[in-house]
């Protein structure tokens, strides 16, 4: 379905993933301690919501046509809705096969990369959002390397960005936090396209009365959108998509999970031993415990 | 710069009203909310009256609004009114639906999230019609005329100019303060409201109140519960909450000074209301330390989500419409299954789980607000300059013994701001003497300003009428003359025509008493009540676990600055305020913490904002 | 045999020169790593820093103190700041140079390397990953332990089903951040016909602060070597416009430990302020406060007031959220909006003389008595047991 709001002049797309909702009373766990997914509610991923707001800004300030694409199974159906609530999506796409299973980030920004080239228009996209990491898988990868394969430059950490359209340029500001250094803001311009990987402290921000009324506009007809979100809905499997299965899924991944152990950390309310601040003994025992907690992480 | 014919300040019911009024004459306007969205920061009683008077006109909800009466995005329609008298456990009922309908179309209970949200959604729909809209999350800084042009500047976005102006903002108002348009409302200007949402599932609530489905009841509470203050206590039923709450003259709080939940705790404590409000709550039981964590933290979250699955199905099971829903979605079969797998689960809780099902009531939401006393600080011309001045910022509330109205007051005014401000727009003039004063006169022809200026001696008939069976020896006493006078039909009528003449503040004090809100009452159950037992004993949450409750987006800049830390007001703000903001360090009053609910109680000596942008409390229910 | 897969290359970061402390700590590891696969395989492969930037000759030198038996280095105006586009391909190039291997080992057949290390930061994460989509190959993010072993792998795509042995495979463990698994990574060739593939180099990205740095070693000798890089003429588009150092004296993130102090400092509060600095100081932990405190509601000296009275240290709704290894909480009683922003802390201690005080529900260890008993008391026992922090052999 082709939306009545696009201007040729800007196109974007952003790049979601379906996670779990780790709240509790949405939550649910095994007898191991380890996260049953077929009981947990699944929700759209917090920094995939991030990167929605960012496209959004992109769509009421240029008028830009947004596209939202995710690989995953088909319930995953319910993050695309999600974000089109967000950033009143004119197309969704979901990348789904059976042979995507067990994908690593490699495969799936093989997959990602191809869905995006089927946006209306030829696939001319000029910027891919994405969220920093996913809140489940958490490695931060699949955005560079999908961009890395659409030849895109990729910008990440991106805290504020603007579009000149005419030079077709963009420009944006990133956050850079060197350990034992400081933080730096870069701001950097670059040709379209681009791939821009939001940072979590983005906050999308119109500054004008014309520009709030648009926001207002296009969330109201994202809002009914997103209710009648199957008809933006494209699925499209290996053949449509045109990839190698080679390439996809546990054949087209380098890495494998190996093993699994579990640490369980107990995040309750907690009921605290005593002790008297005046006895040495017993801030010894403190003081040890406080090393061995820091010495966590280190290899001893 | 941007501009536009119109803004209005405040999302609120009077704001939103204008709004939509003026879309409906075809003019553009704006509004400018603080709140994330229109409706998160407003709270009410609360009842929302449509009226038909004798004498003039009111505009009333339904005619601003064509969709509001197939829409009803309101709670239920009020069809009894009662007034209790308490002592202890003992108490007099009157009944007093007849004021209650005294020329009323209807009166619907209301929570101002989802009431404003729905006036918010038709009114932005009409105005961007019209190349409006509402615009929230920004907040109004200041205000300034340059060169005939009226700049408005906010905390968030570029300013803009706009030729006419409505003053919607609440009894707050930043617009009144920062133009001079007039003073800050003292004490004895207005009433501090307080309230708690309580949960209770929808059928449960019609059983309890003896009402049907689309049917309310309205109790309010005089006696003891007030812990002397002069005001009383209410409690309004919602389609599956209750709203238990209580409103006090601000000066009779500031002579005596009670926290706000401590008298809100008083009714609560009451053996009739603790029996209204009570219900079947789910309380977990402590699980064994002894356990390996992984499975102690399994536990945990498998009856959280357990309990949360009973409370989700025991309100669709108690609620026509979601059992209707679940049976049509074909999980259910029927009401019986639905009813089968909620004792499952009930059981799984109990056995596996030691869970316990106790009586006990659940609060949802806490909070306040300033409520602003018509009769004693309705502006006499409620404009400045191109600025126009509605509802609870124009001081219009109206308090007339058990009737407390504002939002239906603010939707009138607004709508007659909107109309002046259209006239103004038609002739391009938005001077004082055309529009300010045209609005000035059409707001001196509302029914709702006569009730603010005068007795209605029809109004007055009913509570006498009501008041037929009380003991005369206890109202004979105190009131004996004025009620003999008062009884009589032609004898009323000039009595009170007289007392017009004299005038509503020399009366008032008589009135508004202790007398007639706190020993009159005690005396009634005292003697001539009936007893109530409590069968449990309710579990209330401190004031820390209401505050926790609450949604907040807080803010980094600080909204509020103490101007006199030593001062006698001060202090009572130490008490006063409804979420413990104050404390005092030494001899110096001081801001402990910022959950402010942004009730204003302690605006007289604080420099006190609005916090910025979508900053603040956010309320689910209002 | 020589294998077409050789050395560990680790990708160094510096801000002109200044090594970042996760680069030290990469080579700690890496030549950790290198000196046990040597010994155990009788090989001579070489832990290789690759460094990018601009008068980073120095550097060089340094990074074979501290580990590295060679370091490439390319250095150019254009590679002064890091631009990911142009920076992943000159390593790219690197990696795939069989010439500029030649010039530190014998090889003549040499295609990429065998192991890459990255470190895990807002530059390395994005680095790693798209350095790895252009050499086609596995990467493991937020490492904090390696092993390399010889496995012998089962699995259903990569051997069929058949078990086979995979030797010198590079073991990457990363701990799940939900907080329950630690999760171990291989990056494997594909052992299966229908879809033979190598993937090699092995590469992760590494947790800062997990590993150490060895002692540098000043008698120690390597091969430096000069890359010119070829550019993009496209790339170079990529502008970067300004730089703006963000002064964040409060880092709560890099640190495993925070102290926070409230109202309890009302006694003397100057004298307090210092003495839970000191204590933060002992620990390497960063300072917070209740919200309050912010406020300024105590009279101290300009340079307190300004360091640490600011509304960039509160912890809580108001403020920030931490979750650090270790929360220490003085004088702090424990209101609603504070709990909320360290509440998910792994360990608490409060210190506080008020046994009734809400913190006590929530803390770990409630440690009773009057900070400026305590503190004294604590930081005697905290410097006589510092650790020393031994390497696995």
Redesign the interface.
Known sequence: MTSTTTTKDLNVAVIVKLEPDFSEGNVSYNADGTLNRAETKSILGPHSAIAANAAFYAKVKYGARVAVGTMGPPIAESALQQAQLLCDADELHLYSDRLFAGADTLATAEVLKAGVSKVEGDGKVDIVFSGHRASDGETGQTGPQTAWKLGYTFLGHVIDYNVDLQSRFVRAKRLISLQGFYDIIEEVEAPLPVFISIDPSYKAFFNSVSQRLAFEKYQKEARSRAENYKQFLKVLNTQQLGIDPKLVGLPGSPTIVYKVERIPKAKASRKSEVIDGANRDQLTRVAANMYEVLGGMVIK | MEHYDVAIIGGGSAGLAALKQLSNLNKQAILIEAGKKAGSKNISGGILYSKKPKHGKTFNVEDVYPEFLQDTPVERRITQYMLHATSRDKVFTMNLTAAHEYQANFGYSVLLNKLNGWFAKQASESAERQGGGIVSGVHVRSLNWQNEKTVIETDEIEPFEAKAVIAADGVNSELAEMTGARAKFTPEQLYQGVKVIVKLPEEIIEQRFGIGPNEGAAHLFAGDVTLNHIGGGFLYTNLDTLSVGAVYHYDSLMERPSEPYTLVNALIKNPLVAEFIKDQVAVKEEIDKNLPKEEQLRTRFAVSKLIKTWNELRDSYHSRAERKKLIESGKYKSEEEIRARLDYVQNELATKYYTKFVTDYVELEYGAKLVPDGKRCAMKKPYYKNILFVGDAAGRGIFIGPRIEGLNVGIDDGVRAANAVARAIDRNNFSTQYMGESYSQSIEESPYTRDMKEIDKDYLKIFLDAAKDVPKDIIGQRYGMVFRLMSSGTLRGLAVGFANILGYDKLLPLVESEDTYVQVPIELAEKTGRQVQATYEPTIPTIAQRIAQLKYDDDRVSHIKVLNPKSEFMKKMVTLCPTLCYSMEGGDVTLQHEACIECGSCAKETEWRHPRGEKGVIYQYG | MMSKYQHLYVVI?H?DGVP???SLEMLGEARRLMDGFNKRYSSDEKVVAVVLGHNVRKLCEELIFYGADAVIYADNPELR?R???ID?KVISQIARSREVAAKFSDTSEFVKPRYMFF?A???G??L???V???L???????I??LVIED?E?K????TKGQAMKYEKTL?MYR??????????????D?R?P??E?E?HPQACSI??????PIEPDTSRRGAIVDYVPEFDE??L????????????AV?F??H??VVSFGKGI?DSPEQNIKQVAELAKE?EAEVGIS??IS?K?FPVSEGINSTYMI?DRVIG???RKVAP??YIAVGISG???HI?GM??S??????NPD?NS?I???????????ME??IP??LE??R????I????K
């Open positions: 970061e801000e970042v402390p996760v700041y631009r990911n586009l992943t470190g930061d807002s530059i994460r994005h790693s990953s798209t790895l989509a252009e086609e190959s596995g990467l493991a993010s937020d904090n332990k496995l792998i699995h259903e795509h990569k073991e701990p799940d951040f939900s907080g329950f698994l630690w999760t171990t990574i291989l990056c494997l594909n299966n229908a879809i593939r993937y947790i800062p602060g997990v590993f150490a496209r790339d588009k990529v502008r970067i416009l300004d730089r703006k150092i963000v002064k964040s880092d993130d890099s495993k430990a009302k620990i919200l309050p406020k509601p509304p709704t108001s403020g290894l270790l209101a609603m909006q909320a509440k998910e792994g360990f608490i201690v409060a210190i046994e809400p006590k529900d929530e803390c770990d260890i409630f440690i009773r008595g009057r008993d305590v008391l604590l026992q905290l006589k047991q510092r650790p922090i031994e390497v696995k």
